[in-house]
T-cell receptor, first 114, second 112 residues
Framework: ETGVTQSPTHLIKTRGQQVTLRCSSQ?????VSWYQQALGQGPQFIFQ???????GRGNFPPRFSGLQFPNYSSELNVNALELDDSALYLC?????????????FGPGTRLTVT | DAKTTQPNSMESNEEEPVHLPCNHS???????IHWYRQLPSQGPEYVIHGLTSNVNNRMASLAIAEDRKSSTLILHRATLRDAAVYYCILSHNAGNNRKLIWGLGTSLAVNP
């Protein structure tokens, strides 16, 4: 059984640029959630995708968007990057809606915005 | 807005029980209570979750107050590997928007 994987591991971008982060869910899981974790803080829920549709969103602006593909892998896109977007981005997969089912987390993508 | 409140840090001795409290006085009827833990430089790891009744699994127990406004994560015998940040989370359903609201976490130190 393959766990949750994320790519890339690290990324450096410039303010104003756009970034795409990728997540492969665990086998058999149909839900992917994305989180932002600033240094020294707890994870903040961005949104979750259940069977290719967004189903639940935290307090993040529309420049944070996502996709889920038929194989249930997912992308997180962030437009117009700001310095405060520097954080660890975590992806988690589950066999149903996050919040009802347990989630399995990937190791994260460290994004630095300069 | 729904939220959770946890002590910033706690300390325990190895092989003793640990009770980690969480206050969630704004909880709604369909909100689940989840606990995850996170070791340094790792993604969070699922511990346990529940809705109304107390729950037990191989890792821990979850005791939920009768009014559901607070809960306690119980580690029955702490080991050094249990040293981590423990997060109490509400899965809050507002209309068709189910959000997961994480607290700031309790940093647990385990003394040998």
């Amino acid at each position: 059984e393959t766990g949750v994987t994320q790519s890339p591991t690290h990324l450096i971008k410039t303010r104003g640029q756009q970034v795409t982060l990728r997540c492969s869910s665990q086998s058999g899981h149909n839900t992917v959630s994305w989180y932002q974790q600033a240094l020294g803080q707890g994870p903040q829920f961005i949104f979750q995708y259940y069977r290719e549709e967004e189903n639940g969103r935290g307090n993040f602006p529309p420049r944070f968007s996502g996709l889920q593909f038929p194989n249930y892998s997912s992308e997180l896109n962030v437009n117009a990057l700001e310095l405060d977007d520097s954080a660890l981005y975590l992806c988690a997969s589950s066999s149903g809606l996050a919040g009802v089912y347990e989630q399995y987390f990937g190791p994260g993508t460290r994004l630095t915005v300069t | 807005d729904a939220k959770t409140t946890q002590p910033n840090s706690m300390e325990s001795n190895e092989e003793e029980p640990v009770h980690l409290p969480c206050n969630h006085s704004t909880i709604s009827g369909t909100d689940y209570i989840h606990w995850y833990r996170q070791l340094p430089s790792q993604g969070p790891e699922y511990v346990i979750h529940g809705l109304t009744s107390n729950v037990n699994n191989r890792m821990a127990s979850l005791a939920i107050a009768e009014d559901r406004k607070s809960s306690t994560l119980i580690l029955h015998r702490a080991t050094l590997r249990d040293a981590a940040v423990y997060y109490c989370i509400l899965s809050h359903n507002a209309g068709n928007n189910r959000k997961l609201i994480w607290g700031l976490g309790t940093s647990l130190a385990v003394n040998p």
